[in-house]
């Protein structure tokens, strides 16, 4: 039988660049294993206490307890009791992956401002959110990031001294809508969220979803419709996120397609318009005319105004429900709000800096964002190998290597919870704590102990925007009503976790007019 010692030269040409590749990827998996052993000595790294798990490769029994405390609305409950339990600073297996749970304050500095690059959202948001909103300011790291801000940046930043004009048209159909309900039991939550659709969609869209008057747009309708669906199913994204092939919706791949085109004939109408030789600058502010003058890239718009909205829409909703569900417990906290926000004036004269100049309205803003933030939880994925700064060892103050791909989770709710930094009575909703002795200034606390729009270079671009728009709307309705009356049967807060967190019973008032 001949042999052809050519094939039979090929074949052993084949293994051994096969067997080549498998050293050289040995010697570097070697290699990478004395660089991060001599990185985690030189530093004096030791590891954090670790949850107690059965399953410790996939970490499955963990992802139960989790997704049952999702089902029970008790995920940010949950966490916080083993922050008690385990400590600031912990770990688990997840997935195969380690996956690091932190509030301590040092830490959160790290991640969040002085080690910023080596920690990153893409990894991690690009895949839940991508669909839906796209690639921008939510969901993008390095260059692109910095783009994304950079065009957003000035358009906030004039928000935040604007006149309230076109907010107060809103607040005033709110007010007409309520009026409707004078001293009778209501839930105050979806008027709220109706609010905040309508403002949101035209400081961002110019064209306003108008639910609180008689005449809803069907088309705005028809994309908050898609745009509710939408945020479910990237919730059902967050939770199974190596499990999606269980979550294949269509109804959610036709809610994102509906929402974008909304917002891309949105988009078209401006662009369109600025093309007209009779083109003026509109009267209010309106994102989607100051991005396209910036950009002509059309889809780079749509993405950047989905991103905004998504936060958007939610934030100043969840303010405005958790502070009212408080405030409904507490009369004399009203009564003390009343009486302030009566001395400033009639509300066509109210400013950012009148509001800000509120001491106690800002009291009750500040106690209602510490107990109950919007954003309970938040996460990072490490980009590179990097060092946590305290967390590690017995004593729990020795650093802590953190591996290339590892993800870090933070929670507000428990670091605004903790008695070591708020005292022992941290879980009772009480303003005064924010009131120096003489009541004319606020107390400082440590930025890193209160993150409400989180901090360092990614803290919300709409912070100042917002805080505004709640304390309008908070002081709004305090003129309009003497008295709030609290008609929930269910006393303590409830969760409700989305992407935020809101009071899953809304705000049952009554309201008295004055």
């Not at 008790?74 to 600073?89: A, P």
């Not at 509109?282 to 105004?305: F, G, K, M, W, Y």
């Not at 004399?332 to 066509?348: D, F, K, S």
Request: hydrophobic share 40%; aromatic share 12%; proline share 5%.
């Amino acid at each position: 039988m001949d042999v052809d010692y050519r094939d039979l030269g090929a074949s052993n040409l084949f293994l051994f660049l096969l067997l080549l590749l498998l050293v050289i990827a040995c010697f570097q998996r070697l290699l990478l294993h004395f660089r991060r052993q001599s990185r985690i000595r030189l530093a004096g790294c030791a590891p954090p206490p670790s949850l107690p798990q059965i399953d410790r490769i996939f970490g499955l029994d963990t992802v139960l307890q989790a997704l049952a405390s999702f089902k029970s609305n008790k995920r940010n409950v949950s966490l916080g009791q083993q922050f008690s339990t385990y400590g600031h600073t912990f770990q688990c297996q997840v997935y195969n992956n380690t996956k690091i749970y932190t509030i301590a304050p040092k830490n959160l500095q790290s991640v969040f401002s002085t080690d910023f690059d080596s920690w990153g959202i893409a990894p991690l948001r690009l895949f839940f959110f991508g669909p839906f909103i796209g690639k921008g300011i939510m969901t993008a790291d390095g260059p692109f990031w910095t783009h994304s801000r950079a065009l957003l940046k000035p358009t906030f930043a004039r928000a935040q001294i604007s006149d309230l004009s076109a907010y107060s048209l809103h607040v005033d159909h709110l007010l007409t809508a309520l009026s409707e309900h004078n001293d009778l039991d209501v839930d105050l939550k979806p008027f709220f969220e109706r609010l905040a659709l309508d403002s949101s969609t035209e400081f961002l869209f110019g064209h306003s979803t108008g639910s609180l008057t008689s005449s809803p747009t069907l088309d705005a309708q028809a994309f908050v419709q898609a745009y509710n669906y939408g945020q479910a199913g990237i919730g059902k994204r967050m939770q199974l996120p190596q499990w999606n092939f269980l979550t294949r919706d269509k109804r959610f791949w036709r809610s994102c397609s509906l929402a974008r085109a909304f917002v891309e004939r949105c988009v078209a109408q401006v662009s369109a318009s600025q093309k007209d030789p009779t083109y003026k600058q509109p009267s209010r502010l309106v994102l989607a005319h100051q991005l396209a003058e910036q950009t002509e890239d059309q889809q780079d718009i749509v993405n950047q105004l989905l991103n905004v909205f998504l936060p958007a829409h939610d934030a100043t909703a969840v303010a405005l429900t958790n502070i009212f569900f408080h405030l409904s417990r507490h009369p004399t906290v009203y009564a003390a709000l009343r009486r302030e926000i009566m001395a400033i004036g009639p509300h066509p004269m109210w400013t950012f800096e009148r509001l800000k100049a509120c001491k106690y309205l800002q009291a009750v803003m500040n106690e209602s964002f510490r107990l109950n933030p919007s954003i309970g939880q938040m996460n990072r994925i490490a980009l590179g190998d990097t060092v946590l700064p305290t967390g590690g060892g017995r004593d729990g103050t020795a650093p802590v290597f953190v591996r290339k791909g590892t993800i870090i989770t933070t929670s507000f709710y428990a670091l605004h919870r903790l008695p070591q930094l708020w005292g022992e009575d941290a879980g009772i909703w009480r303003p005064e704590r924010w009131l120096q002795k003489s009541g004319d200034e606020l107390t400082k606390v440590g930025h890193w102990t209160f993150l409400p729009f989180g901090g360092g270079p990614r803290i919300c671009i709409g912070m100042q925007l917002a805080l505004t728009e709640v304390g309008y709307g908070v002081g709004r309705v305090a003129q309009q009503y003497q008295r709030i009356e609290c008609k929930d049967p269910v006393w303590e807060f409830v969760e409700e976790w989305k992407i935020t967190t809101v009071s899953r019973n809304g705000a049952k008032v009554k309201l008295i007019p004055a």
